[in-house]
């Protein structure tokens, strides 16, 4: 591991990953696909080995330039994560070796459950024939190693995920000084986490980008806020060289907070986060890409 990259416990799987991960999303974005494998490449280059991504995300591209970055080695130096949309059993097996042919790779280290952003979502998937079946039977043949599930529209969506009858490796959620004063994930299902030793994969530090807007912090201390939480990784996009530097000088460079430091940025973006305005993932679907899968999602 790269010395000057701070790294944590991802709960309890015994694994250790970067303090900083690279959000799978945004590798869809720069226009030439080999920007995308540079970016990825530098970032472990860098130490950083959490590398994020989803099944739907471009319609499957992002999926297949982390699938060339991760040639040449760069796989065996990568904790790899990637999600799934089927509600049921019959659409997560597919959706699974789709995305392992995309990324190239025989096993994931975590597959994650992606948006779960339904009441009725919960339901489906602990049916019988529902995902988690065969989420569990991946995990028995060897095909991915840890599992999860995903979400950002409500905390409560959440706590009823953690009220089945499973044990959760890792849970992946909005964790930023915007959720701090609004359906806070921070404040209801973090402490369930921790409690349980359960992996906390913070994302959207930006609010996804629309805490810039508020004009309330600087990237790095937005970075920080969610470091200084209990998170095991803090995933962000990187389309961008620019990004991954950012990223990896406000890993480089965190310090604990200490409690004026966090009031400080609590009470600077109160007064623009009490409606969640700026937190369109909750209050809106703009953010929703399982909605763009309904077959998925209703049928088998």
Known sequence: MNQEMPYRELGRTGEKVSMIGVGGYHLGFPDNPTDAVCIVREAIDHGINFLDNSWDYHNGESERRLGEALKDGYRERAFLMTKVDGRTGDAARRQLDQSLERLQVDYLDLWQLHEVIRYADVDRMFAPGGAIDAMIE??????????????????????????????????????????????????????????????????????????????????????????????????????????????????????????????????????????????????????DSTSMHPEWLESA
């Open 138 to 287: 991946a995990r028995d043949v060897g095909k991915v190693r840890f599992i999860g599930f995903t979400g950002h529209k409500d905390p409560d969506i959440h706590l009823k995920m953690l009220a089945q009858d499973f044990k959760w490796d890792t849970v992946q959620m909005p964790l930023n000084v915007l959720d701090a004063h609004y359906r806070s994930f921070e404040q209801k299902v973090l402490p369930v986490l921790v409690e349980r030793n359960i992996g906390v994969i913070g994302m959207k530090p930006f609010g996804a980008g629309t805490l810039f807007e508020t004009k309330t912090v600087t990237a790095t201390e937005a970075l920080h806020y969610a470091m200084n939480l209990p998170t095991s990784v803090v995933v962000t996009g990187m389309q961008s060289r620019a990004d991954l530097e950012q990223a990896i000088e406000a890993a480089k460079s965190f310090k604990p907070l200490g409690n004026d430091e966090v009031a400080s940025l609590l009470a600077r973006t109160a007064p623009k986060a009490q409606s969640g305005e700026f937190e369109r993932y909750k209050t809106t679907q703009i953010h």
